[in-house]
């Protein structure tokens, strides 16, 4: 029987994940895809303008990125066929950015068995905490609902990577009204991306509730950053990408 493989959205979840008796390989995708360049016509100048993007941006060498990222996506295509491949990701635009691009990796291995495995349930209060408070147990019950992919499915995550890659957001409002069991809320994610482009205030959605939530007189780091995910959580961003947008807004970038 062949051991399945666990892609996953991060080194926290490895962590949380040790000891399940289902958990003996995996690949973490150290990625984020929701910031910086992805326009490319081919996955080497993809990656080749993401090392530029990460190394210049987030302080590591083109080799660690190599090392952590490229390398470990790179081998998937040469994984046994029948493999079992489960994808964890959660919902917000971070992860689904992160989750579409793989689909697109992947979408031409049609040997491998694809599943999307879900955060536990949660409520509309924490809907986007994901996998972050969730215990082993609890990890065990995602593992044994995991949802599979459909040659439909991958084709949609497929489509959705390319239409956000090329900007062509015509295509990518008319992706989001699909419905699949693989895909929660959809929709939702797909207009919190088209809230990102800026309006006429050059400002988009995520810039705008920080100026807000700067206005309301929260100025200190973490409160600013718990307070944007209580109304924004839906983006998923981690202090670094809060950080990035504050940063610029406080040198007049925008």
């Known amino acids: ?24 390989r995996h690949v973490v995708f150290r990625e984020a895809l929701i910031v910086g360049p992805v326009k490319s016509t081919s996955l080497d100048e993809f990656w080749k303008i993401r ?9 590591v060498t083109s080799e660690e990125y190599t090392q952590k990222t490229v390398s470990e996506i790179e081998r998937l295509p040469a994984l ?4 079992e491949i489960c994808l964890w990701f959660e919902d917000d635009l971070f992860c689904q950015l992160n989750f579409w691009f793989l689909l697109s990796v992947l979408a031409d291995r049609p040997q491998f068995r694809l599943f999307r495995i879900f955060p536990p349930t949660s409520s509309e209060e ?18 044994h609902s995991r949802i599979p992919l459909t040659i439909s499915d991958v084709e949609l995550g497929k489509a959705l990577w390319q239409a956000y890659r090329s900007q062509n957001w015509h295509v990518f409002k008319n992706l989001a009204c699909q419905t699949s069991p693989c895909f929660h809320s959809l929709k939702e994610v797909c207009q919190a991306q ?20 700067l206005a309301s ?16 959580g839906i983006y998923g961003f981690g202090d670094l990408q809060v950080k990035a947008i504050l940063d610029d807004l406080l040198s007049g970038k925008h």
């Open 1 to 24: 029987m062949k051991i399945p493989l666990h892609l996953l959205n991060g080194d926290q979840l490895a962590h949380q994940l040790q000891g399940a008796s289902f958990f003996q």
């Open 51 to 59: 090392t530029e993007f990460i190394t210049s941006s987030y302080g």
């Open 80 to 83: 046994p066929e029948g493999t």
């Open 126 to 143: 924490n809907q986007w905490t994901g996998f972050g408070q969730a215990t082993l147990a609890s990890l065990e019950d995602c593992y």
């Open 194 to 213: 088209l809230d990102r482009i800026p309006d006429t205030d050059r400002l988009g959605k995520p810039e705008r509730i920080l100026k807000e939530i």
């Open 217 to 232: 007189g929260i100025t200190e780091f973490s409160q600013l950053f718990q307070e944007f995910n209580r109304q924004a």
